[in-house]
């Protein structure tokens, strides 16, 4: 399915910036394309379950849609930020 390569990608890259920093994920901001064929439910369902034991499964998700089907990323789900907390020491 198109949405599972996608969520695949996007939890690739969230899980490498959790372990470049050595951190927790708290926020991730994702935008939707106009023609990415996906609704902010649904995502937000692909969303938790691929987050699931990972860096991101405590995090708040934020989605915003696009309405521009003109747009260079029309088709695309953007990865718009990422908020971490460093694990400390102490």
Known sequence: MHEMSLMADL???IDRLAREN????TTVRVRL???????ASHFREH???????GPAAAATLIVTESADEHAADAQDI????????????G
């Open 33 to 39: 394309g106009a023609l990415s064929h996906i609704s």
């Open 78 to 89: 953007v990865l718009e930020s990422v908020d971490v907390e460093v694990d400390g020491d």
């Open 22 to 25: 050595d951190s927790r994920i």
């Open 11 to 13: 939890m690739r890259k």
């Open 47 to 53: 969303f938790e379950e691929a987050a699931r034991g």
